[in-house]
Protein backbone atom coordinates (compact mmCIF):
# COMPACT_ATOMS: atom_id res chain seq x y z
CA UNK A 1 0.00 0.00 0.00
CA UNK A 2 1.58 3.37 -0.77
CA UNK A 3 1.40 6.30 1.71
CA UNK A 4 0.36 8.58 -0.48
CA UNK A 5 -3.06 8.47 -2.38
CA UNK A 6 -3.31 11.81 -4.25
CA UNK A 7 -7.06 11.84 -3.13
CA UNK A 8 -6.58 14.91 -1.29
CA UNK A 9 -4.61 16.65 -4.10
CA UNK A 10 -7.53 19.08 -4.13
CA UNK A 11 -7.69 20.14 -0.65
CA UNK A 12 -10.51 17.62 0.74
CA UNK A 13 -9.39 14.38 3.01
CA UNK A 14 -12.17 11.90 4.09
CA UNK A 15 -13.60 10.88 7.58
CA UNK A 16 -13.80 7.41 8.95
CA UNK A 17 -16.64 6.80 7.05
CA UNK A 18 -15.95 8.09 4.06
CA UNK A 19 -17.56 11.24 3.77
CA UNK A 20 -15.48 13.82 2.46
CA UNK A 21 -14.30 17.49 3.86
CA UNK A 22 -12.20 20.46 3.42
CA UNK A 23 -8.49 20.04 5.21
CA UNK A 24 -9.58 22.66 7.07
CA UNK A 25 -12.86 21.92 8.55
CA UNK A 26 -12.79 22.04 12.68
CA UNK A 27 -13.14 18.13 12.83
CA UNK A 28 -9.97 17.67 10.55
CA UNK A 29 -7.91 20.72 13.10
CA UNK A 30 -8.94 18.93 16.27
CA UNK A 31 -7.84 15.58 15.44
CA UNK A 32 -4.69 16.69 13.51
CA UNK A 33 -3.62 19.06 16.85
CA UNK A 34 -4.49 15.79 19.02
CA UNK A 35 -1.90 14.21 16.55
CA UNK A 36 0.78 17.34 16.07
CA UNK A 37 0.57 16.23 20.90
CA UNK A 38 1.09 12.98 20.09
CA UNK A 39 4.23 13.88 18.74
CA UNK A 40 5.53 16.21 20.98
CA UNK A 41 4.43 13.78 23.79
CA UNK A 42 6.84 10.94 21.83
CA UNK A 43 9.65 14.07 21.92
CA UNK A 44 9.11 13.88 25.63
CA UNK A 45 9.19 10.32 25.74
CA UNK A 46 12.10 10.15 24.37
CA UNK A 47 14.03 12.11 26.74
CA UNK A 48 16.60 10.71 29.59
CA UNK A 49 13.54 10.30 32.01
CA UNK A 50 12.15 7.70 34.97
CA UNK A 51 11.07 4.38 32.93
CA UNK A 52 7.83 5.27 34.68
CA UNK A 53 6.66 8.43 33.30
CA UNK A 54 7.98 7.24 29.67
CA UNK A 55 4.94 3.97 30.65
CA UNK A 56 2.47 6.52 31.15
CA UNK A 57 3.44 8.55 28.27
CA UNK A 58 2.68 5.12 25.85
CA UNK A 59 -0.79 4.57 27.49
CA UNK A 60 -1.54 8.44 27.03
CA UNK A 61 -0.24 8.24 23.22
CA UNK A 62 -2.09 5.16 22.76
CA UNK A 63 -5.57 7.25 24.48
CA UNK A 64 -4.24 9.90 21.78
CA UNK A 65 -5.29 7.80 19.05
CA UNK A 66 -8.36 6.79 19.96
CA UNK A 67 -9.30 10.44 20.91
CA UNK A 68 -7.86 11.04 17.04
CA UNK A 69 -9.91 8.26 15.84
CA UNK A 70 -13.26 9.69 17.52
CA UNK A 71 -12.93 12.90 15.86
CA UNK A 72 -11.84 11.76 12.48
CA UNK A 73 -15.69 9.91 12.51
CA UNK A 74 -18.18 11.16 10.79
CA UNK A 75 -21.23 11.03 13.45
CA UNK A 76 -23.76 10.70 10.85
CA UNK A 77 -21.35 7.12 9.82
CA UNK A 78 -20.78 6.45 13.71
CA UNK A 79 -23.24 3.76 13.35
CA UNK A 80 -23.63 0.63 11.13
CA UNK A 81 -26.72 -0.73 9.66
CA UNK A 82 -26.20 -3.40 11.56
CA UNK A 83 -26.17 -1.28 14.46
CA UNK A 84 -22.50 -1.82 15.97
CA UNK A 85 -20.15 1.13 16.23
CA UNK A 86 -17.83 1.75 12.71
CA UNK A 87 -15.45 2.07 15.86
CA UNK A 88 -14.45 -1.12 16.96
CA UNK A 89 -11.96 0.21 19.40
CA UNK A 90 -12.13 0.80 23.54
CA UNK A 91 -13.67 3.90 24.39
CA UNK A 92 -11.79 6.70 26.43
CA UNK A 93 -12.81 5.33 30.35
CA UNK A 94 -13.38 7.28 33.52
CA UNK A 95 -10.39 5.02 34.51
CA UNK A 96 -8.08 6.70 31.83
CA UNK A 97 -9.03 10.03 33.23
CA UNK A 98 -8.31 9.08 36.97
CA UNK A 99 -4.93 7.59 35.83
CA UNK A 100 -3.85 11.23 35.07
CA UNK A 101 -5.59 11.98 38.10
CA UNK A 102 -3.44 9.54 40.28
CA UNK A 103 -0.40 10.16 38.63
CA UNK A 104 -0.85 14.00 39.27
CA UNK A 105 -1.33 13.30 43.03
CA UNK A 106 1.64 11.14 43.24
CA UNK A 107 4.07 13.36 41.53
CA UNK A 108 2.21 16.67 43.22
CA UNK A 109 3.28 14.78 46.53
CA UNK A 110 6.93 15.71 46.07
CA UNK A 111 6.69 18.94 45.05
CA UNK A 112 6.20 22.42 47.14
CA UNK A 113 2.99 23.93 47.05
CA UNK A 114 2.36 26.53 44.03
CA UNK A 115 2.24 29.87 45.28
CA UNK A 116 2.96 31.71 42.20
CA UNK A 117 2.82 30.88 38.53
CA UNK A 118 5.49 29.46 36.88
CA UNK A 119 7.46 30.65 33.72
CA UNK A 120 7.65 27.76 31.19
CA UNK A 121 11.64 26.79 30.54
CA UNK A 122 14.30 25.41 32.99
CA UNK A 123 15.17 22.62 31.28
CA UNK A 124 14.63 21.27 27.28
CA UNK A 125 12.85 18.69 28.47
CA UNK A 126 10.50 20.86 30.96
CA UNK A 127 10.49 23.12 28.33
CA UNK A 128 9.02 20.32 25.88
CA UNK A 129 6.29 19.13 28.95
CA UNK A 130 5.17 23.01 28.61
CA UNK A 131 5.13 22.81 24.40
CA UNK A 132 3.08 19.83 24.76
CA UNK A 133 0.72 21.21 27.33
CA UNK A 134 -0.10 24.75 25.04
CA UNK A 135 -0.78 22.09 21.77
CA UNK A 136 -3.18 19.95 24.57
CA UNK A 137 -5.01 23.19 25.29
CA UNK A 138 -5.15 24.17 21.82
CA UNK A 139 -6.79 20.68 20.80
CA UNK A 140 -9.14 20.76 23.79
CA UNK A 141 -10.22 24.42 22.43
CA UNK A 142 -10.76 22.83 19.09
CA UNK A 143 -12.38 19.75 20.32
CA UNK A 144 -14.77 21.75 22.43
CA UNK A 145 -15.94 24.14 19.44
CA UNK A 146 -16.61 21.13 17.08
CA UNK A 147 -18.41 19.17 20.24
CA UNK A 148 -20.61 21.90 20.50
CA UNK A 149 -21.64 21.63 17.29
CA UNK A 150 -21.20 17.70 16.86
CA UNK A 151 -21.00 16.01 19.87
CA UNK A 152 -18.99 12.60 20.48
CA UNK A 153 -17.81 10.75 23.78
CA UNK A 154 -17.42 13.43 26.72
CA UNK A 155 -14.64 11.38 28.48
CA UNK A 156 -12.61 12.52 25.04
CA UNK A 157 -13.09 16.24 25.94
CA UNK A 158 -12.22 15.53 29.92
CA UNK A 159 -9.64 13.76 29.10
CA UNK A 160 -7.83 16.45 26.88
CA UNK A 161 -8.40 18.71 29.54
CA UNK A 162 -7.06 16.77 32.73
CA UNK A 163 -3.69 15.79 30.22
CA UNK A 164 -3.04 19.59 30.15
CA UNK A 165 -2.99 19.34 33.98
CA UNK A 166 -1.40 16.22 34.19
CA UNK A 167 1.33 17.86 31.74
CA UNK A 168 2.14 21.02 33.79
CA UNK A 169 2.00 18.95 37.17
CA UNK A 170 4.90 16.74 34.94
CA UNK A 171 6.79 19.67 34.19
CA UNK A 172 6.76 20.91 37.80
CA UNK A 173 7.88 17.51 38.89
CA UNK A 174 10.56 16.56 35.92
CA UNK A 175 12.21 20.67 36.96
CA UNK A 176 12.07 18.54 40.33
CA UNK A 177 13.81 15.42 39.31
CA UNK A 178 16.24 17.20 36.99
CA UNK A 179 17.00 19.71 39.36
CA UNK A 180 16.31 22.86 37.28
CA UNK A 181 15.27 26.34 38.58
CA UNK A 182 11.57 26.78 38.12
CA UNK A 183 11.20 30.08 38.23
CA UNK A 184 7.93 32.29 39.84
CA UNK A 185 6.19 34.89 38.00
CA UNK A 186 5.98 37.13 40.17
CA UNK A 187 4.43 41.12 38.67
CA UNK A 188 5.71 43.86 39.83
CA UNK A 189 3.61 46.05 41.73
CA UNK A 190 2.70 49.73 40.22
Request: proline share 5%; with cysteine.
Amino acid sequence: MKIYTKTGDLGTTALFGGTRVPKHHMRIDSYGTVDELNAFLGLIRDQPIDQAYKNTIIKIQENLFTIGAILATDPEKATLKSGKDRLNIEKITAEDIQLLEQEMDTMDAALAPMTHFVLPGGHPTVSFCHIARCVCRRAERLASALNAIEPFEPNALIYLNRLSDYLFVLARKLTYDLKAEELKWIPEKT
